[in-house]
């Protein structure tokens, strides 16, 4: 069995294969490195998400992750001053949309934080605040992951996404990793 934990660009697929006519030219898990055969990555990263991804070949070990409530801590700067009140909306939980139907997310943890300063530039550059104002980070950390959850929620209070890093899986986390950063899980 195999294990490990990789720091995903910006603009990169969560995937290995592309077998989808439209993506042709899209990036690949498979740049990373020389991975045995059978990996897969636990859970997913959107193309526009960045920071920490499971590769695995242990079926077990991505069902864990995926399936037991393992907290995820996401880093999200959103457009706009983050209120108290729109924090404690998403921490007690809002309804959102997944495949067209309603979708009630569970409570989280949610918290302002000020802007982290060791991450690294992110591939694409974020819109200048001179330009078209203020910007906040938010710590989101949900036990569960479905499509896009972290976007459509801070959508839904008025506080659109715009970088989105998964920065802590369980105990793991992307802290002193570069960009497209490979390492062995034990």
């Known amino acids: 069995m195999a294990n490990f934990k990789i720091f995903k660009p910006y603009g990169m697929l969560s995937q290995f294969v ?3 006519k439209r993506r042709r030219n899209k990036r690949l ?3 990373l490195g020389d991975f045995p055969e059978g990996i897969m ?7 526009d998400s960045e920071g920490l991804l499971f590769l695995t070949t242990d079926g ?5 992750i995926t399936s037991t409530g393992i907290e995820k801590e996401y880093w999200a700067q959103v457009d ?3 209120t108290n009140e729109q924090v404690v909306q998403l921490s007690d939980g ?6 067209g139907k309603p979708y009630q ?8 934080m000020t802007p982290p300063n060791d991450l690294p530039k992110r591939g694409k550059d974020i819109r200048n605040e001179d330009e078209h104002g203020s910007t906040s980070w938010l710590s989101i950390t949900l036990t569960e992951g479905k499509y896009r959850q972290v976007r459509k929620m801070t ?3 008025g506080l659109p996404t715009l970088r989105l890093i998964r920065y802590r899986i369980g105990k793991e986390t992307i802290e002193n990793m570069e960009v497209e950063e490979v390492r062995t899980l034990s």
Do not use: M, W
């Open 18 to 20: 592309n077998n989808q």
């Open 94 to 99: 809002i309804e959102i949309s997944i495949y």
């Open 155 to 157: 959508a839904k209070v």
């Open 41 to 47: 990555s636990v859970g997913r990263l959107d193309q």
């Open 105 to 112: 997310t569970k409570p989280c943890k949610v918290f302002k």
């Open 80 to 82: 706009g001053v983050a």
């Open 60 to 64: 077990k070990f991505s069902h864990k």
């Open 29 to 31: 898990l498979g740049e």
